[in-house]
Each structure stands twice: as structure tokens, then as C-alpha cells.
């Protein structure tokens, strides 16, 4: 049978968007968990090649090859895996090694997100390299509605001044320009340290107590909750909301699990019979 040239180019067209991308990468390496996270997220989870330490979600990312940690990046074991596509995070990876990498003409793209838009925008982004690029376009609308749908929700509630502790000697919390204060706003919470210049400022406990947190958020499971309480106890017996560590300080898909959670347990702070002094522990799938 011979086809009119309308519908071989109509064909043809259907064949482009049914495959795979053409420009889509094949052996991509990931240099942190969250970009790990990102790069299964939008459908590349078959052309990773390998990971940092620490990418351990979802659960087949414990498969992958490390060659990247804190001390630093494995160059010759990375040059040997030939990637085609490198994933970076310039806040945890050496600037140097990425440069000596960049120098092998293997590209780089850096996923730095400080906020949720910058998550679903990273997601758009790696569409470029996936597989499937719509599973990654699709994923980056589902945080945007996600988002929206907070905002929305709980932007009726009476604000809550809240303090996001994390470590108690020294005492460390997060700033406005970080992507953990600004799931406090999703919420309709107020960082107590909205006002710092930095965005991981170092704090003083009087400091703390003259601002007068009315609940206070942590990272961690439910044994962080009697130590952040002894901590304060007895100026300060409010709230502690402990969540999930790696929902609640990856910048990847899963912040919206802990900013979701967080939500339903703040807004559940001032209900009748509500316990104004008691912990509250966070839990769900992991």
C-alpha cells in the first residue's frame, strides 16, 4: 500500500512523539541524593549509571555505583563510565573536579533549587535528557498543584510564628531565602528568622526565646522530639513537629510529603481540644 505524503508526514510526526527523546542522555551520573531523587522523578532511572552516597530513594537508587561523597568525586572512575550527562550541585559538590570534568567535554547541569518553583523547573529541565520526558513535565505540574493547593487551603488560618531548629549545640535554623522557610508559607506559618541576611544563620537560645515561636520544626524521627524539648523546657513548652529528614531537607520531589504533613499538623494546632504543649511526631511512607 503507498501512503499519500500527508499521512506518511502525519505518521512520522506520530512516530517523533511516541518515542523517546532524541536528545535524551544514556549514561547520566548523579552527584547528590537530590538530583538522584529529580533524575527518577522524571523518568531517567534506566540511564543512570551511578550516584553519590547517600542516594538511597527510591529504593533502586542503593543499586547505582557511588563515586561521589563529602570527602569529594571519584574523577577517574567518572572519566571510565563515560556519562554523556553529568547532574551537579554546586552548594555540595567541588567547584575544581566539576571544572576538571567540564574540561572532558562531558556536560554538566546544575540542580540548585532554593524554592518549590525551582524544584519543578529542574524537573522541566531534565526533560531535555529523559527518556520520557513527559513523566518529568508531568511531575513538575504535579508539585506546582500540589503548591497551589497548600497556599490555598490554609490561607485562611491564623499565621503561627515558628522556629525551624536544626542541631542544638550550636544552635542552627534556616532563613527566609531557603526552601524550607518558604514550605512554612505554604502552610501560612512565619519563620520566626524571616529576617536574616544569611540563609543558615547561627542563633543564640535568648534570641529564640524573645521571638516567641509558637511551634517549633525539626528534621529527624521521633527521638529528636524529647531532646528538642529537654533542650528548651523549662522557658519554652510548645509544639515540636519532628519530620522526616530526608522529605524535609532534600530539595527533591518529596519536600511537598513534608510540607503537606506539616501543614495538617499545624492547622490541627488550634483546634478544639488541640494539645498546645505536647510533641508532635510526623509519619508516612518514606
Given at each position: 500500500?503507498?501512503?499519500?505524503?500527508?499521512?506518511?508526514?502525519?505518521?512520522?510526526?506520530?512516530?517523533?512523539?511516541?518515542?523517546?527523546?532524541?536528545?535524551?542522555?544514556?549514561?547520566?551520573?548523579?552527584?547528590?541524593?537530590?538530583?538522584?531523587?529529580?533524575?527518577?522523578?522524571?523518568?531517567?532511572?534506566?540511564?543512570?549509571?551511578?550516584?553519590?552516597?547517600?542516594?538511597?530513594?527510591?529504593?533502586?537508587?542503593?543499586?547505582?555505583?557511588?563515586?561521589?561523597?563529602?570527602?569529594?568525586?571519584?574523577?577517574?572512575?567518572?572519566?571510565?563510565?563515560?556519562?554523556?550527562?553529568?547532574?551537579?550541585?554546586?552548594?555540595?559538590?567541588?567547584?575544581?573536579?566539576?571544572?576538571?570534568?567540564?574540561?572532558?567535554?562531558?556536560?554538566?547541569?546544575y540542580?540548585?533549587?532554593?524554592?518549590?518553583?525551582?524544584?519543578?523547573?529542574?524537573?522541566?529541565?531534565?526533560a531535555?535528557?529523559?527518556?520520557?520526558?513527559?513523566?518529568?513535565?508531568?511531575?513538575?505540574?504535579?508539585?506546582?498543584?500540589?503548591?497551589?493547593?497548600?497556599?490555598?487551603?490554609?490561607?485562611?488560618?491564623?499565621?503561627?510564628?515558628?522556629?525551624?531548629?536544626?542541631?542544638?549545640?550550636?544552635?542552627?535554623?534556616?532563613?527566609?531565602?531557603?526552601?524550607?522557610?518558604?514550605?512554612?508559607?505554604?502552610?501560612?506559618?512565619?519563620?520566626?528568622?524571616?529576617?536574616?541576611?544569611?540563609?543558615?544563620?547561627?542563633?543564640?537560645?535568648?534570641?529564640?526565646?524573645?521571638?516567641?515561636?509558637?511551634?517549633?520544626?525539626?528534621?529527624?524521627?521521633?527521638?529528636?522530639?524529647?531532646?528538642?524539648?529537654?533542650?528548651?523546657?523549662?522557658?519554652?513548652?510548645?509544639?515540636?513537629?519532628?519530620?522526616?529528614?530526608?522529605w524535609?531537607?532534600?530539595?527533591?520531589?518529596?519536600?511537598?510529603?513534608?510540607?503537606?504533613?506539616?501543614?495538617?499538623?499545624?492547622?490541627?494546632?488550634d483546634?478544639?481540644?488541640?494539645?498546645?504543649?505536647?510533641?508532635v511526631?510526623?509519619?508516612?511512607v518514606?
Amino acid at each position: 500500500m503507498i501512503l499519500s505524503t500527508s499521512r506518511r508526514a502525519g505518521l512520522l510526526l506520530l512516530l517523533i512523539l511516541l518515542a523517546p527523546s532524541a536528545w535524551s542522555a544514556h549514561r547520566v551520573i548523579s552527584l547528590a541524593p537530590h538530583t538522584t531523587e529529580l533524575a527518577y522523578a522524571a523518568g531517567m532511572g534506566t540511564v543512570l549509571v551511578a550516584a553519590s552516597a547517600w542516594s538511597d530513594y527510591p529504593p533502586q537508587a542503593k543499586k547505582l555505583e557511588q563515586v561521589a561523597s563529602w570527602q569529594g568525586i571519584n574523577l577517574e572512575r567518572i572519566l571510565a563510565l563515560k556519562p554523556d550527562l553529568i547532574l551537579a550541585w554546586r552548594g555540595g559538590n567541588p567547584q575544581r573536579q566539576l571544572d576538571q570534568l567540564a574540561a572532558f567535554g562531558i556536560p554538566i547541569l546544575y540542580i540548585d533549587p532554593l524554592t518549590v518553583e525551582d524544584i519543578a523547573k529542574s524537573l522541566d529541565s531534565l526533560a531535555a535528557y529523559s527518556p520520557h520526558p513527559e513523566q518529568a513535565h508531568q511531575a513538575a505540574r504535579d508539585i506546582r498543584q500540589r503548591a497551589a493547593d497548600l497556599k490555598k487551603r490554609y490561607a485562611a488560618n491564623p499565621p503561627i510564628r515558628v522556629f525551624m531548629q536544626f542541631g542544638n549545640q550550636p544552635l542552627f535554623t534556616a532563613g527566609k531565602r531557603t526552601l524550607q522557610s518558604q514550605i512554612l508559607n505554604l502552610c501560612n506559618a512565619r519563620n520566626i528568622f524571616d529576617d536574616s541576611p544569611v540563609p543558615w544563620p547561627q542563633v543564640s537560645r535568648e534570641q529564640v526565646l524573645i521571638r516567641k515561636p509558637q511551634a517549633i520544626v525539626t528534621a529527624g524521627d521521633d527521638g529528636r522530639i524529647p531532646l528538642v524539648k529537654a533542650f528548651w523546657q523549662p522557658q519554652l513548652t510548645v509544639p515540636v513537629i519532628a519530620l522526616n529528614e530526608d522529605w524535609f531537607n532534600r530539595s527533591g520531589p518529596r519536600i511537598m510529603l513534608a510540607a503537606e504533613q506539616l501543614c495538617r499538623t499545624l492547622a490541627a494546632r488550634d483546634r478544639p481540644g488541640g494539645d498546645n504543649t505536647a510533641a508532635v511526631k510526623i509519619s508516612g511512607v518514606h
